[in-house]
């Protein structure tokens, strides 16, 4: 295509923003990870400054020319499909006025600074009035979406972190999920208290050094995939992964007391981290080269963490390389079962981020009917506290009534100004459990290759079904042509199912 092309200045404008993103990109993580506290003042200025100018960049009224004129254009399926893509983002960066971006910066970020402040004292009657601000200006910014992409409010919102999703089929499957997970749950803790009566949980063998820990981490990334010429694992206060598809950038964190914790997350990082290194590189410029959205990303992470790294299968091969690596004292006199029970285990709590993969939607799915009732106007800030109890009652027997810290103050998702992204969170575990059973439709020798420590099959997979494909396509659209079937909940259940009652 010649370079005069419109869809040629597109690729330059890309190429250019992709430099912005690779800069902003590294310094969060080195702010996170490396950053001396006296840095921060002059850091966030240098990110406001590159976040000002991709903005400017990205919006600029020459490219909404160029987009008209590269859509008349004749193109390639795949110089299509990138070009709706962008377009797509181009719409969704354009739609709220610069007045009106201002002013929510200014309410998230006294909203967040904030919650900092009154989160451990449960303070709920002094940050409401920022609340109340923070939800006024999401159902403005609702409104203004939803009028320019033809969609509800709360589908609107949904968009922005999930391409596709809309609540009317959500609806549904979180709706048949709650229900199966209010007996479920309790049946789970009957069953596990029996086997702990027969077999009570082992205490671990702590102290374990940071130094084997981090080396059992490194073993396990590699062996699982992580391509250590293009990442590397460093520790941070909150594990998160980072960095751009060329350079993944992961952190975990370590205590002696035990390994698992660490381990998991670590575990869990590297499911993101592989999803990254394994984009299409050709298009990693282009919004159709990115990651699908939170709920891909997140089932990535959690297909690593859930359906591998907690299998009976997958311990029948770590077990050895706990014992070599941690000491056998790590795990003396241990059997499968002993670390199964601690992987395995399940309690009602009132912490989101705490919660095993059996509770956990329930958290997700509470807040999830919140903030769709908030943007749609159906529910008043000030009554959360309220809605939020009745909720946890409901659903997993406990009560936040008189404890705001622990209850509608405990994330910052919504102090952020982040409403429509909780569902991404389970919508993750749904579609984690849907590729499962897809792969094991496949590659029948799935769970034997995990016994063996072979995960190339799985890999392959989910390379030619989820990653390669990027961006190309919604993520209901993306998960109906990887598995044969749209968002089903049925095999996450059975999932649960064969792990906490078999």
């Known amino acids: 295509m010649s370079a005069n092309s419109a869809f040629s200045k597109l690729d330059a404008l890309s190429r250019r923003l992709e430099a912005i993103e690779h800069a902003q990109s590294m310094l969060g993580v080195d702010e996170a990870v490396m950053m001396p506290v006296g840095g921060g003042e002059k850091r ?19 490219v909404g020319d160029w987009l008209a004129d590269a859509e008349a254009e004749p193109l390639e399926e795949i110089q299509a499909l990138a070009l709706r893509e962008f377009r797509r983002v181009y719409t969704n960066m354009t739609c709220l006025s610069a007045e009106f971006v201002s002013r929510q910066v200014n309410a998230r970020i006294r909203s967040e600074q904030l919650w900092r402040e009154l989160r451990p004292t449960g303070d709920w009657k002094t940050f409401l009035p920022a609340f109340e601000g923070i939800v006024a200006t999401a159902r403005e910014e609702a409104l203004l979406r939803a009028d320019v992409l033809g969609l509800t409010p709360y589908d609107a919102m949904m968009e922005q972190y999930d391409p596709g999703n809309r609540v009317a089929d959500i609806d549904p499957v979180f709706a048949g999920l709650k229900t199966f997970l209010k007996g479920f749950v309790p049946e789970a803790l009957a069953h596990q208290q ?124 770590a077990m050895p390389h706990v014992r070599e690596t941690l000491g056998e004292e790590a795990i003396a006199g241990w059997e499968l079962d002993d670390v199964l029970a601690h992987v395995h285990f399940i309690e009602r709590g009132l912490i989101r981020v705490d919660a095993d993969e059996a509770t956990y939607p329930l958290h997700v799915i509470l807040r999830y009917e919140i903030e769709k009732d908030l943007i749609e106007g159906r529910l008043a800030a000030r009554d959360v506290p309220e809605a939020w109890d009745a909720c946890m009652r409901e659903y997993l027997g406990l009560s936040t009534i008189d404890n705001m810290k622990d209850g509608p103050m405990q994330d910052v998702h919504w102090p952020s100004g982040a409403l429509g992204y909780f569902p991404s969170y389970t919508l993750g575990a749904i579609i984690a459990a849907q590729l499962w059973a897809a792969i094991e439709r496949d590659h029948p020798a799935a769970r034997d290759d995990m016994r063996h420590g072979r995960f190339v099959a799985l890999n392959d997979w989910r390379r030619d079904k989820v990653w390669c494909e990027a961006s190309k396509y919604s993520t209901p659209e993306l998960l109906r042509r990887a598995t044969g079937e749209a968002l089903s909940a049925k095999h996450f259940e059975e999932h649960l199912r064969q792990r906490y009652l078999a």
Request: glycine share 8%; hydrophobic share 40%; net charge negative.
């Open 44 to 62: 966030a200025e240098a990110m406001a400054t590159l976040a000002g100018m991709y903005h400017e960049m990205a919006t600029a009224p020459q």
């Open 194 to 317: 029996e086997r702990l009566a027969r077999r009570p949980l082992k205490p671990l063998n702590a102290p374990f050094p940071i130094d084997r820990q981090k080396a059992l981490g490194l073993v396990m990334m590699e062996a699982i995939g992580f391509n250590f010429d293009h990442g590397r694992l460093d520790v941070s206060h909150h594990p998160f992964c980072g960095g751009v598809p060329t350079d993944i950038r992961m952190t975990t964190r370590y205590t002696e007391g035990e390994f698992l914790t660490s381990l998991m997350g670590t575990l869990h990082e590297t499911g993101h981290g592989l999803y990254e290194q394994n984009l299409p590189h050709e298009w990693t410029h282009w919004p159709v080269g990115r990651a699908r959205g939170m709920a891909m990303h997140e089932s990535q992470s959690l297909f690593v963490e859930k359906q591998i790294a907690r299998s009976a299968e997958f311990w029948e091969w």
